[in-house]
């Protein structure tokens, strides 16, 4: 059995409209993610927060330490 074949069967057992629906909004954002539309489909607000964030992101200043937000995001973290 291929990965399609299997993704095909693991889509039809999904019986949860709303998990169905997230699964297919997260495999279209990935996908476009990958063929570099992810930012076309943008608004131009939205555009200019990820340049100002990644502009914040320069400055060291900015930034907060790994362990900070590890411990911030523990409970999360737990078993990965």
Known sequence: MNTKEKF????????N????????????????NTQGELL???????????EISYQESEDPNQLIP????EKQFSKWLKGL
């Open 8 to 15: 095909h069967l693991l889509i039809e057992g999904i019986e």
């Open 17 to 32: 409209e709303r998990e169905l629906n997230s699964y297919y909004h997260l495999i279209q954002r990935l996908s476009l």
């Open 40 to 50: 076309s489909g943008l608004s131009a607000q939205e555009k200019n927060e990820i």
């Open 66 to 69: 790994q362990s900070d937000v």
